[in-house]
């Protein structure tokens, strides 16, 4: 067994971490073991040093603060959190949308900055798998105003925090393999691990009979569930399962004479008409371009000033591991539209605004902000049940019909968040830092 440099331990920190005095101790930082020297020193205060030649050998950095643990369960000493976000490339401009991926990993790292532990982000080829090391990014505002990315190496992480921000950057081989290799590292605990897809989602939340209530129906799309869906809703909404952005849905009616008006919502709307759900079908073909679309019960969703609104929910583990609301607003659609995604022009607004005009009374408006936040609490468990996979944010859409009852419009995984606000500042920057602090805890500090 080869022996590496020496660990230093107050005996104060031994008392609490209950370990017993030994002369060699396992030490681990992200998913790097080293054996080390224990040596204890007379310090009244809880603190620990690594020589150079251990902290050399566990890729740690001189100037990052670091917890430290026991691990029972394997019985090593744990420093860390070692925390890597994973991305498909870094950001190489001066200037992002404040809603790109890239302003978004900016602003993370930033964050990260300011957290104990070592957080980076990384990309497929940044990791050697013959030592279990990465090169991770880091990013350093400079005083030309322009921030540059320092990149060292650190063991491979702790914990995964998946911010692989399209489906096509997903469906990549390279990527595709990291992450099953990733998954498979001993101590990796890997969280947000894929994007969802309406149908799925639908199919696995069904799985609750709580949440029945608030599920509109929903089915594959075929001439035959779209003519059993036309008999039983007046208004129907056709969506791509693995959309977003509200582009590809199609808003279907029937008038009394069986003729259905549809309205396609792309770059541009346009309005059709088809004599059947057969024909609705051939009509919409070159539209829906062979991907797999659904079609839903539409809602009467309740309007603000004219307009239909949902509510965006951001819902994110903490630091305990426990899900909470991080961030929650309305969209007003745009005038005249039928979808309130902000990219086609829908407004946030704080909800509490929408909530007074709706429900004026105190009481209700608690009573409903109960239901929304049982109905997300209720999706979320439900969703990790049943793919038995970890998340650790969604977004989810929830709308009111016009009796004030919740219905859930979709769940995305990986809810794109802005580092723009028009709403609070402190708001928008903890639900950045929060998968970071649920990662610190997934960790195990
Ligand atoms: N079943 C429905 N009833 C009423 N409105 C809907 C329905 N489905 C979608 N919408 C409207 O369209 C928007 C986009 O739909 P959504 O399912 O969230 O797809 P996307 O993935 O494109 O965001 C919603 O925010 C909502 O405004
Ligand atoms: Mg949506």
Redesign the pocket.
């Known amino acids: 067994m080869q022996v590496v440099g020496k660990i230093f331990l107050s005996n104060r920190l031994v008392e609490r971490l209950g370990i017993n005095v030994q002369p060699l101790i396992k030490v681990r930082a992200g998913c790097l073991v080293v054996t080390t020297e224990m040596v204890v020193t007379p310090d009244n205060r809880t603190t620990y040093m690594l020589s150079p030649a251990l902290a050399q050998a566990l890729y740690i950095h001189r100037q990052k603060r670091l917890l430290i643990r026991y691990d029972y369960e394997n019985a090593m000493l744990h420093v860390g959190p070692t925390i890597g976000i994973f991305a498909t490339g870094l950001p190489r401009r001066g200037y992002y949308e404040p809603t790109s991926i890239g302003a978004e990993l900016i602003f993370l790292s930033n964050i990260s900055n300011t957290m104990p532990g070592q957080i980076y982000i990384f990309t497929p080829t940044s990791i050697n798998w013959d030592n279990l090391t990465v090169r991770g990014y880091s990013y350093r505002h400079s005083n030309s105003g322009k921030g540059t990315w320092i990149s060292s190496l650190y063991p491979l992480p702790d914990v995964v925090y998946d911010r692989v921000s399209t489906r096509t950057g997903e469906a990549r081989e390279q990527i595709r393999n990291t992450k099953i290799k990733l998954m498979q590292q001993p101590y990796l605990k890997y969280f947000n691990p894929s994007f969802l897809n309406?149908w799925k989602v639908h199919e696995m939340l069904l799985t609750n009979p709580w949440l029945h209530k608030h599920l509109?129906e929903t089915r594959p799309l075929t001439t035959e569930n779209l003519e059993a869906m036309l008999k039983k809703h007046k208004?129907l909404?056709v969506?791509p399962s693995n959309?977003?952005?509200?582009?590809g849905?199609i808003r279907v009616t029937q008038d009394q004479k069986g003729t259905l008006h549809y309205l396609v919502h792309r770059t541009k709307r346009f309005r059709s008409s088809a004599e059947s759900a057969a024909d609705f079908m051939t009509k919409t073909r070159k539209i829906r371009a062979d991907k797999p679309y659904i079609v839903?019960?539409?809602?009467d969703?309740a309007t603000y000033h004219g307009s239909?609104f949902?509510i965006r929910i951001i819902f994110q583990k903490n630091r305990y591991g426990q899900w909470q609301i991080g961030k929650k607003f309305a969209?007003v659609?745009a005038r005249g539209s039928?979808?309130?995604?902000l990219s086609s022009g829908g407004k946030a607004l704080p909800t509490k605004i929408i909530m007074r005009a709706m429900f004026r009374k105190a009481d209700l408006i608690e009573e409903k902000n109960k239901q929304i936040k049982e109905v997300c609490c209720q999706v979320a468990k439900t969703i990790e049940k049943v793919s038995q996979m970890t998340y650790g944010e969604l977004g989810l859409?929830l709308?009111f019909d016009k009796n004030g009852h919740i219905?859930l419009?979709?769940v995305?995984s990986k809810p794109r968040k802005t580092t723009q606000t028009e709403l609070s500042k402190i708001i928008m920057r903890n639900a950045f830092k929060r998968p970071l602090e649920f990662s610190t805890y997934l960790a195990g500090f």
């Open positions: 309406k509109p208004t909404y969506k959309g977003s952005l509200g582009l849905i839903q019960e539409g809602i969703i239909p949902d969209r659609a039928s979808v309130s995604n859409d709308g219905w419009i979709e995305n």
